[in-house]
Structures are given as structure tokens and as C-alpha cells.
């Protein structure tokens, strides 16, 4: 059994399916995603069909809550008041939501509530983190200014800038595997093997490919962390708003 987490897809389906190629997953691996699958590229309902289908049809796939996809469910929230005005759909649309919004077809908000409950229940399901024997995963990170860190949710989908204030102990000491801040590819398995912060970041730009030192889909193996590179092949010549990566 082999165990892998993907960082941010943010709609770059085809760069998802070709690097599921190349791990060539059986239905006894585990799959982790870290969240941020949709916004900004070309097709991030392709990308949710197909955690959806790989799920229906047995494989252990497991998907977190990023920055986007809370945005998305805080927008299609009808329990929200006032959910379908601009107050409350603002910071996705100008987010990269638009370019999602337009996956499904729709180019009207309100177009929204025609949405598939399969979707809003994906979305609302999903975990904040999770806890590996040897790691944890979350989007963002933690934040270890609270007693809880695990009780700080808006963290783990939104923090920056936090590895000088971990505290090995409220993780237990174990290697914190997240994505959401964008790093470079080329500098990613020196890291690993340094050691200089009990985290790492394997959200390496993939929707940004037009940059070098990014643009690549990053999977990493849990157990060997072992780093599979893959590069963007997803067609497209721009990034939707670039305001919350």
C-alpha cells in the first residue's frame, strides 16, 4: 500500500490526471488531497467529477477543506443571510470562483442554486485536516498561538508565515505536509532532506504556468517522501485574479 498527498490542482484537470498516471494508484493506496482543487484554471468541475467518480468507484481518496473550496461553500450557503448578495459571494468571485462558476455552466450567481446537492455535500464534507501516524495534513497550517491549534479552523485554510511558531509538541512531533503557500519545485527535495522545520509545503504554482520556477503538480509519498513532479499540461493563457492564493 502506498500512501500519497497532491497539493493545490486549482482546476488544471488534465495536469491532475496525468500525474495520477504516473503514481498508478490501485484501490489500496491512499490518496490525500490538500485542498484548493478548484478556481483559477481551466476546469475545476472536471476536477471534482473525478475525485467523485475515483471515490464511487473504490478508491481510499481523501480530500481537505482549502481556502477556495471554503469560499465556494461560504457563497452557496443558503442558511447564510443574504447568501445571494454580493457580500457574500464577493470574495470568491474575485477569487478565481468565476472561472469555476462558468465550469458549471452558469454566468449568474443565482445560477447557483440550480448547483447539484453531490457537489455542496463534497464541498461541505470536507476534513480540516488529518492525523497520519508519521504526519499531519492540512491546507494552510496551524496556528500555534492557540492552546488548540485543532480548534482554529480559519487557520488551517488561510495562514501564512507560521513555521518559526511551532511547537513540536502540540503536533506530537510529527512532519506537518501542507500546501496553499506556492514555493518552488527545484528547491523542494533539499528541503526534505534539511530538515530545518518540522513542515513542508508541496504547493508548487501549479495553476501559475507561465512562471519557471513553478507551474508543477506535487505529489508526495507519505512514507519515503519521495517527491513526483508533474508539469502543468493544462491549456489556458491566464490566471483568474490572483488576490487569495
Known amino acids: 500500500m502506498k500512501r500519497y498527498a497532491i497539493g493545490?490542482?486549482?482546476?488544471?484537470?488534465?495536469?491532475?490526471?496525468?500525474?495520477?498516471?504516473?503514481?498508478?494508484?490501485?484501490?489500496?493506496?491512499?490518496?490525500?488531497?490538500?485542498?484548493?482543487?478548484?478556481?483559477?484554471?481551466?476546469?475545476?468541475?472536471?476536477?471534482?467529477?473525478?475525485?467523485?467518480?475515483?471515490?464511487?468507484?473504490?478508491?481510499?481518496?481523501?480530500a481537505l477543506m482549502g481556502n477556495h473550496e471554503y469560499m465556494f461553500s461560504q457563497a452557496i450557503d443558503e442558511t447564510i443571510p443574504y447568501c445571494w448578495d454580493w457580500r457574500r459571494y464577493q470574495n470568491w468571485i474575485k477569487n478565481g470562483g468565476i472561472t469555476t462558476m462558468h465550469n458549471f455552466g452558469y454566468t449568474r450567481i443565482d445560477d447557483l442554486k440550480q448547483l447539484d446537492k453531490k457537489y455542496i455535500t463534497f464541498i461541505n464534507e470536507l476534513k480540516s485536516y488529518v492525523e497520519l501516524d508519521n504526519c499531519f495534513l492540512v491546507h494552510a497550517g496551524f496556528n500555534f498561538k492557540e492552546e488548540d491549534i485543532f480548534k482554529d479552523k480559519n487557520s488551517m485554510y488561510w495562514v501564512r508565515n507560521w513555521y518559526e511558531t511551532i511547537d513540536a509538541e502540540k503536533v506530537k512531533s510529527k512532519l506537518i505536509i501542507h500546501g496553499h503557500t506556492v514555493r518552488r519545485f527545484d528547491t523542494l527535495e533539499e528541503e526534505i532532506k534539511e530538515k530545518k522545520f518540522n513542515a513542508i509545503s508541496i504547493d508548487c504554482g501549479c495553476v501559475y504556468n507561465m512562471n519557471a520556477n513553478?507551474?508543477?503538480?506535487?505529489?508526495?509519498?507519505?512514507?519515503?517522501?519521495?517527491?513526483?513532479?508533474?508539469?502543468?499540461?493544462?491549456?489556458?493563457?491566464?490566471v483568474e485574479n490572483t488576490e487569495a492564493i
Open 8 to 62: 493545490d490542482i486549482h482546476g488544471c484537470h488534465q495536469t491532475f490526471v496525468a500525474l495520477l498516471d504516473t503514481l498508478k494508484l490501485t484501490k489500496e493506496d491512499e490518496l490525500y488531497l490538500l485542498g484548493d482543487m478548484i478556481d483559477r484554471g481551466p476546469n475545476s468541475k472536471a476536477v471534482l467529477d473525478h475525485v467523485l467518480d475515483m471515490i464511487d468507484n473504490g478508491y481510499k481518496v481523501t
Open 214 to 238: 513553478i507551474g508543477q503538480l506535487c505529489a508526495i509519498n507519505i512514507d519515503t517522501l519521495e517527491v513526483t513532479l508533474q508539469k502543468n499540461v493544462d491549456k489556458f493563457e491566464k
